[in-house]
């Protein structure tokens, strides 16, 4: 029943308007909006008028452009020059090649290097990375020097290689430089290099 109530509400509220728009219409004063065409008819200042030159546009990005037409005989054309871009293209040089890398700390070290004292006599002395307690193990073979031969462990601390005698007494003390070890026998002085 409401629903009945409201669609014959709405069809009375709606012919009521209506009525009253048709009698407004009718009855009503007449006023005329002004006609389109008084309005285009009316006086318009006069615009300067000078030299008229045309140029195509340019293609949207991305688009290509068509070949252009020739000039229409008797019509004035203006060169237009394209607009100047503030970007300057500069040739771009390539990366500088990175540094070699030299590896360094204790993992550089392991392996096994000729070990050369001051006399000129050489030997093989092998670093281990198999932990000796608080140090790593280390050997020495063919060492004519005593305090090279008895070498059995090693560290590395601060940028140096200590190589230790079964004890701890510090045998040598080296400084990497590049793909050596260079420093000296610690109870002769003597140098001695590491190289690979």
């Known amino acids: 029943m409401p629903r009945q109530y409201l669609s014959t509400s709405f069809a009375l509220v709606l012919a009521v308007s209506l009525g009253a728009c048709a009698s407004q219409r009718l009855d009503g004063p007449r006023t005329r909006a002004p ?57 771009v040089a390539p990366p500088p090649a990175p540094p070699p890398v030299v590896a360094s700390g204790r993992s550089a070290v392991v392996g096994s290097w000729d070990a050369k004292d ?52 510090v045998a040598a003390r080296l400084r990497q430089g590049g793909g050596a070890l260079d420093g000296a026998l610690t109870k002769s002085g003597a140098s001695l290099a590491l190289v690979r």
């Open 35 to 91: 006609a389109p065409q008084a309005a285009l008819d009316a006086p318009v200042p006069a615009i300067p008028s000078g030299a008229v030159s045309s140029a195509p546009l340019a293609p949207p990005p991305g688009a290509t452009a068509a070949p252009e037409a020739p000039p229409v005989p008797g019509s004035q054309v203006a060169a237009v020059a394209p607009p100047a871009s503030n970007v300057v293209a500069e040739p």
């Open 118 to 169: 001051a006399t000129g006599a050489s030997c093989k002395v092998t670093l281990s990375s198999t932990p000796a307690l608080d140090l790593y193990k280390a050997s020495a073979g063919g060492c004519a020097n005593k305090e090279l031969a008895k070498v059995s462990a090693w560290d590395y601390r601060d940028g140096e290689v200590y190589l230790y005698q079964a004890g701890g007494t």
